[in-house]
């Protein structure tokens, strides 16, 4: 299998636009986590689901942020419109959901400047 | 509230053997992990802890403590190419795919 596959790896924007990060899981994984890595904060979950569908939202800074699954092989994190305290890494993982210790597998990232 | 510490930064020379430590408060337990993660890159899923005790994996072990909430890896024989962020991550609630709690990381710069 590829692994979990994110796309683009950079972004850089202005302040204000629509920034779209994309996602593919592993095939055959039920769960998908959106997490944000920052120097200050570290890795913080933002959203996640279970078969589609989203599970806990809770990690969401703000209304500026939305995320969605329309199918099984593919997720959109969208922030509209962006600001430069949303500068960070943008990582994407996916897990089985099959057994106890259930292996989170992370993407290669996305780096988003927003200037 | 859910709180994950760990050292911010440790240095080893090669051939040496280095702990990481973690504390954690969390609402719930259900299985301590430990990823790498290298600069620029993804994290790497390194071990797995649920019960009390030492897993042994390799050059890498790691080891937990439920009532004292501590888990330590230990890294054995280092290489440079050890050199990385590591990562102390807990699942709070007892059920498969529930989202991981991560510390901070901790750096590891490992000389000749």
């Known amino acids: 299998d590829a692994g979990v596959i994110q796309s683009p790896r950079h972004e850089v924007t202005e302040m204000g636009q629509e920034v779209t990060l994309r996602c593919k899981p592993i095939s055959g994984h039920d769960y998908l986590f959106w997490y944000r890595q920052t120097m200050m904060r570290g890795l913080e979950l933002l959203i996640y689901?279970?078969?589609?569908?989203?599970?806990?939202d809770s990690g969401m800074p703000e209304d500026r942020f939305s995320a969605k699954m329309p199918n099984a092989s593919f997720s959109t994190l969208k922030i509209q419109p962006s600001e430069p305290r949303d500068s960070a890494v943008y990582f994407c993982?996916?897990?089985?959901?099959?057994?106890?210790?259930?292996?989170?597998?992370f993407g290669a990232g996305t780096r988003l400047s927003v200037l | 509230g859910q709180n994950i510490d760990q050292p911010t930064e440790m240095t080893a020379t090669e051939g040496a053997i280095v702990q990481i430590n973690c504390t954690y408060q969390?609402?719930?337990?259900?299985?301590l992990f430990w990823y790498q993660q290298h600069a620029g890159e993804a994290p790497t899923f390194l071990s797995y802890?649920?019960?009390?005790g030492l897993e042994e994996k390799g050059r890498f072990s790691s080891f937990l403590s439920r009532s004292k909430g501590y888990s330590y890896l230990l890294l054995k024989e280092l290489q440079m190419k050890d050199s990385a962020s590591y990562l102390c991550?807990?699942?709070?609630?007892?059920?498969?795919?529930?989202?991981?709690?991560f510390g901070k990381g901790t750096t590891l710069s490992v000389s000749s």
């Open positions: 689901f279970n078969n589609n569908v989203p599970i806990d």
């Open positions: 969390t609402s719930g337990f259900n299985g």
């Open positions: 993982a996916s897990s089985p959901g099959t057994s106890e210790i259930d292996i989170q597998y």
């Open positions: 991550a807990v699942r709070s609630a007892y059920q498969a795919g529930t989202a991981l709690i």
């Open positions: 802890n649920v019960l009390d």
